[in-house]
């Protein structure tokens, strides 16, 4: 069974494992803002673990960088893809624990398809606001290497069910993929005006997308906000930095054989610094010189407590 790491802070608590640095569960006064898991069970669909050192798909498992081409293992079968990075299946190492922080770090890199040595270090800490997640990656090795990373993290307000709810995305582009493999078909086009513009709130009641979404538009303080809101209760708000420039927007649904177990119809709100099929299209691609480190920032909160902690009226 996976080590877990029980954080707290105020009324927010959350709990964290070692096996893929996944976020098992967030709540505030109770109230659940994250789908959860079963203690000891695979997290479904993947939910709630860092993916990294590439997110989402990389086609055929083929890349080639700085002329070198590599060949990584397929563990997407039925669509030819290599998914979602190397470390959302193994366990993290636990650098420092304490009541409202827990830091884990993972070495990857000299293995079949991906040579390039990378030190990948994660902070989950609750502050009064709510939960802060902080990644870095440091290239351990004496060649540059290409990174990416996103969170496969799923969204929820309380137990509003999810097509109740209405979501915001302040995006204004999206990246096609094709139906069959979830590859990427063509380039960013605009989304104003069409079924994916979610700049103002949307209702999620029948609505299924599996979209990467870039040209993110962020308020004032530079923090991009996505919404996800139920009736008469205050949002549950995932933000991101700059460091993230897109975020996938998935709805796991019964009626494609993805259900999300015990909850039917669910939400995935992904922070990525790079969209799928990154090491081939070279898109928002990280490039890291020996010895240089990268460092992200993405949190998770309820708004009124957001806009508390900013001296604004509840």
């Not at 902070?123 to 351990?140: C, K, M």
């Not at 069959?180 to 960013?188: I, T």
């Not at 054989?257 to 099929?277: H, K, N, S």
């Not at 010189?289 to 993405?298: I, L, M, N, R």
Request: glycine residues 10%.
């Amino acid at each position: 069974m996976t080590e877990s790491y029980v954080i707290e802070n105020g009324p927010y608590r959350a709990e964290v494992v070692a096996t893929g640095a996944g976020l098992r569960v967030l709540t505030r006064d109770g109230r659940a803002l994250t789908e959860t898991w079963p203690v000891g069970e695979k997290p479904p669909l993947s939910a709630g673990l860092i993916l990294a050192p590439w997110p989402n798909r990389t086609r055929d498992g083929r890349f080639t960088f700085e002329g070198d081409e590599h060949q990584l293992e397929i563990t997407e079968p039925a669509k030819n893809n290599a998914s979602h990075g190397l470390v959302r299946r193994r366990d993290w190492t636990l650098v420092d624990h304490g009541d409202s922080r827990v830091e884990q770090t993972i070495d990857v890199g000299g293995e079949p398809g991906w040579p390039y040595p990378l030190r990948i270090s994660v902070v989950h800490a609750l502050v009064e606001s709510g939960l802060i997640v902080t990644h870095s990656a440091t290239n351990t090795g004496d060649t540059d290497a290409p990174f990416a990373l996103g969170i496969h993290a799923f969204v929820r307000a309380g137990d509003t069910p999810l097509d109740e709810c209405t979501l915001t995305v302040p995006a204004g582009t999206r990246l096609p993929v094709d139906a069959e493999r979830n590859l990427p078909q063509g380039n960013s086009i605009p989304v104003a005006g069409t079924e994916y513009d979610l700049s103002s709130p949307r209702s999620l009641d029948g609505l299924w997308l599996d979209t990467p979404f870039s040209a993110l538009l962020p308020d004032a303080d530079g923090i991009t906000r996505c919404r996800l809101t139920a009736p008469d209760a205050p949002a549950t708000v995932l933000w991101t930095d700059e460091k993230f420039p897109w975020v996938q927007v998935f709805t796991a649904d019964p009626k494609n054989d993805q259900a999300y177990p015990d909850r039917g119809r669910a939400l995935a709100i992904e922070p990525m610094t790079a969209p799928v099929d990154a090491l081939n299209s070279g898109v928002d691609l990280i490039v890291l010189k020996p010895g240089e480190t990268w460092t992200g920032t993405w949190g998770l909160g309820q708004e009124w407590s957001l806009r508390n902690d900013q001296g604004e009226q509840e």
